[in-house]
């Protein structure tokens, strides 16, 4: 069974930076190739989910939306199977709950919601200006 446990968030004013962390479980088991897609979602109030950055876990690739390049990084420690976003220059804009999600097999770069099927309970991440 995969799950996925986030830890970090918290409030932070604009310009600062903050690290969220995810542990996973599961995946080794799910996908025999361990080729598998994890990554990050944000939901701000009153809006949808947004897809923010994600990892081609076993090739290293990895994708972003296009307002978070050069200010998030993703990365996948494989001894602690621990996904990390490391975000930098915080905006208020980046305020909202943020997600830990995963999918077998290829990231879907279009990050649409139901490409993902394992997500986390979610860590609320504030940007004061």
């Known amino acids: 069974q995969v799950q996925l446990a986030e830890s970090g968030g918290g409030s932070v004013q604009a310009g600062g930076f903050l690290r969220l962390s995810c542990l996973i479980t599961?995946?080794?088991?799910?996908?025999?190739?361990?080729?598998?897609?994890v990554g990050w979602f944000r939901q701000a109030p009153g809006k949808e989910r947004e897809g923010v950055a994600s990892?081609?876990?076993?090739?290293?690739?990895?994708f972003y939306t296009d307002s978070v390049k050069g200010r998030f990084t993703v990365s996948y420690d494989n001894a602690n199977r621990t996904l990390s976003l490391q975000m930098n220059s915080l905006k208020p804009d980046d305020t909202g709950v943020y997600y830990c999600?995963?999918?077998?097999?290829?990231?879907?770069?279009?990050?649409?919601?139901?490409?993902?099927?394992?997500w986390g309970q979610g860590t609320q991440v504030t940007v004061s200006s």
């Open positions: 999600v995963g999918a077998g097999g290829r990231c879907d770069t279009s990050f649409r919601p139901s490409s993902f099927g394992n």
């Open positions: 599961g995946y080794e088991e799910y996908s025999a190739s361990r080729k598998y897609c």
């Open positions: 990892i081609y876990k076993g090739v290293g690739t990895t």
